[in-house]
């Protein structure tokens, strides 16, 4: 079998850079290189302060880095001296031209498949671990194999991600599954062992599963369709609940119970966000659609639908439970991030409720422990599409909880992050205008001490009917 010595990972960012990391740290005989176009990125993955938060991913670096562990903006060099290549670069959905708004943009897959072919001197591996739609790697093998050398020979692999983010270096440390697909060849089977070999050196074999290149494709837009569908049919059930005096948290642990069903993803909340669930979801739908398959399309739709509603329906309910207006008032926003312990906020709900609060012409003060000021910045601006100067005077950004819910009308939980369960509500409720509204958009705090203390208080799947 073919024995893996390089490997090299293109794209530094927050699945190549965990990934690859956790890889050198349990494989000291691989060498293992990280390339990225983004010097910045390249920059802050070789300097103390990482590119991106993750808790663990510190410790790791700082064991292999420079020793089997390199971080690089030389692509070239990456790719011709590895035998095997990650693929890990961005696959957004696109923007415009044919399936705008559902299909995924392969351009940078493409670019960097383009980049193996035309520089490398011997055969190579590539394993898609980028998520693609199912059938890419058939593209990736046409660009490769047309514009290969003589005596160069590629295999593709498809070798998905399920980390998730805030508790990637657990998972990647002890995953429920690594997921290797191959073409059934015995060259595509051989490709298949030498992936294997490399995961092996910590996953216990039987967490290993090889299987098909378009099953293991489709599998991974599979998993973060039906996660999601777990989300947005637990957040149909809290609009009920609100309705009707049933209590989401109670409803879920019931039905959770379940051993076919199991607890885990059953949490009501503003609605999910993060660069996946959404966009392979859209992708899964555009499949579906170039498939003639348009129910099939609908129901996984559905699923991105509800998850609109959710947020719509949470920022609403702000501003009726404050009169109807929120002109002029000053609403505190805690938490940016897409979830807990990351500082990632793509697609976050977070975002979708301050565009919200700022159309309806309120104040809103920002807090978030793990994102810049600049971050939440692009996000508000859409990176440079929405001018600031608009909006500056009605946005603060803070560096405290205090900070921010001091003089506020509304203070409105956005992100679970651990700190919000462990505030001094009393001491935030005397620096508040009465009566003083909070809103749990991720059912994390305690309402009847809140209620105590005297806050008006509003949870996403709690009515008030008794
Ligand atoms: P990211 O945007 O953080 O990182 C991608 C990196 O690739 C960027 O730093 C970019 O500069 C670099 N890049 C793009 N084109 C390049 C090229 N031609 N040569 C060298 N570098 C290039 O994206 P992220 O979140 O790491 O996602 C990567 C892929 O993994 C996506 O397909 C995503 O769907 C998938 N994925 C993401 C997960 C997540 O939790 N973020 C989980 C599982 C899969």
Redesign the pocket.
């Known amino acids: 079998p073919i024995q893996v010595k390089k490997i090299c990972c293109?794209?530094?960012?927050?699945?190549?850079g965990p990934t690859c990391a956790v890889i050198a740290l349990k494989c000291p005989h691989i060498q293992v290189t990280i390339?990225?176009?983004?010097q910045q990125?390249i920059d802050a993955w070789n300097s103390d302060e990482l590119p991106i938060y993750e808790p663990g991913l510190d410790e790791v670096v700082k064991a292999a880095r420079g020793k089997n562990l390199f971080f690089s903006t030389d692509?070239d060099k990456g790719i011709e001296e590895a035998d095997l290549i990650f693929v890990?670069?961005?696959?957004p959905t696109k923007k415009s031209g044919i399936g705008a708004g559902f299909a995924a943009d392969l351009k940078?897959l493409q670019?960097?498949t383009r980049?193996i072919a035309e520089v490398a001197k011997s055969s190579k591996i590539v394993v898609e671990?980028?998520?693609?739609p199912c059938r890419t790697a058939d593209a990736m093998r046409t660009i490769l194999e047309a514009n290969s050398k003589p005596g160069c020979s590629f295999d593709i692999l498809s070798n998905?991600?399920?980390?998730?983010?805030g508790t990637a270096i657990e998972d990647l440390f002890a995953p429920d599954r690594v997921l290797i697909g191959s073409l059934q060849t015995q060259q595509g089977k051989d490709a298949c062992e030498a992936l294997t070999q490399v995961y092996a050196n910590w996953v216990p074999r039987e967490r290993i599963l090889t299987v098909g290149l378009w099953s293991s494709e489709l599998s991974k837009l599979a998993a973060n369709a039906m996660l999601a569908q777990r989300i947005s049919s637990v957040n149909a059930l809290s609009a009920i609940c609100e309705a009707t005096g049933a209590n989401i948290d109670e409803v879920a642990y019931a039905v959770g119970k379940d051993t076919r069903m199991g607890s885990k993803f059953l949490k009501a909340s503003v609605g999910f966000g993060?660069?996946?669930f959404q966009?392979?979801i859209l992708n899964l739908v555009y499949l579906s659609e170039s498939l003639h398959l348009p129910e099939v399309a609908k129901y996984w739709r559905a699923v991105v639908e509800m998850n609109e509603y959710q947020k719509s329906r949470f920022a609403n309910k702000v501003v009726d439970t404050l009169f109807n207006t929120i002109t002029g008032k000053k609403i505190a926003i805690l938490g940016w991030a897409f979830k807990k312990d990351t500082g990632d906020t793509r697609e976050s709900p977070a975002i979708t409720l301050a565009n919200h609060f700022l159309n309806e012409k309120a104040r809103i003060n920002i807090y978030d422990p793990q994102v810049s000021k600049d971050q939440i910045w692009l996000d508000l601006t859409d990176y440079g599409d929405i001018p600031a100067e608009p909006i500056k005077p009605h946005v603060t950004i803070s560096q405290s909880v205090e900070e921010a819910c001091h003089n506020a009308e509304a203070i409105v939980v956005c992100t679970e992050w651990d700190e919000f369960k462990k505030l001094d509500w009393q001491k935030i409720y005397d620096n508040c205008p009465r009566p003083a509204f909070v809103f749990d958009g991720r059912l994390i705090l305690d309402r009847k001490a809140l209620t105590d203390i005297g806050f008006k208080v509003t949870t996403i799947g709690t009515g008030d009917r008794l």
């Open positions: 293109i794209g530094a960012g927050y699945v190549g390339v990225d176009l983004n990125r692509v890990s670069v961005n696959t940078f670019l960097a980049r671990k980028s998520t693609v998905p991600e399920f980390l998730a983010e993060g660069s996946c966009k392979d």
